[in-house]
């Protein structure tokens, strides 16, 4: 009698960080259910049970980058200083999650708009999470008048917005071999989108 395999949630982690070494050096069309199965040497059976097919790996992806942006950013101290802490968590929360997991940065910001309509579902939960980590700090910043009256939707618009196209560049950059130190980039950028909500008040 064969051994009984356990496809449990350290099956499922071996298999999504597979899908993200495949996404991160062949591309989108790269990433099988075949091809994941062979990187950790199991079934495709295994890949099925665990977490289902491509478009339930490219869920599972969505949740994973999601989830670790929620946990990067939570991790980073807070000080007395709201504004102060919104720039750290671009700097060493957004950009260094960008930076180290650019596959997931592919799949939860740039192909999210064009995923089908049952993965944008699968991660919604976790993309809502990771959101609401950051309004914590914009909220903050927000309720000391350091928003200068904007809404919180507004101000995390603008703020997620920043990040977003930052981080593009950067690993637009990376892929071409070239990759400055951009993070004082991002705290000048950042510091400027404070201080314009400052200086353009709406109250």
Known sequence: MGRKRVHNEETAEALLGAAERILEA???EALTVRRVADEVGATTRAVYTSLGSKDALLAGLGVRGFALLAAKV????????????LIVAAVSGFRAWALAHPALFQVTFQQRATASPEVSK?????????????????RRLRDSGGAGGRTLQEAAWQF??????????????AASGLEPDSAPIWADAVSALIAGWQSTSRT
């Not at 993309?127 to 950051?134: D, F, K, S």
């Open 160 to 173: 997620s917005s920043l990040c977003e196209g930052l981080a593009a560049l950067d690993l637009r950059l």
């Open 26 to 28: 062949e591309g989108l």
């Open 122 to 138: 699968r991660f919604e939960p976790a993309r809502v999470g990771a959101l609401e980590t950051l309004l914590e700090r914009i």
């Open 74 to 85: 939570a991790a980073l101290p807070r000080t007395e200083d709201p504004a102060a802490d």
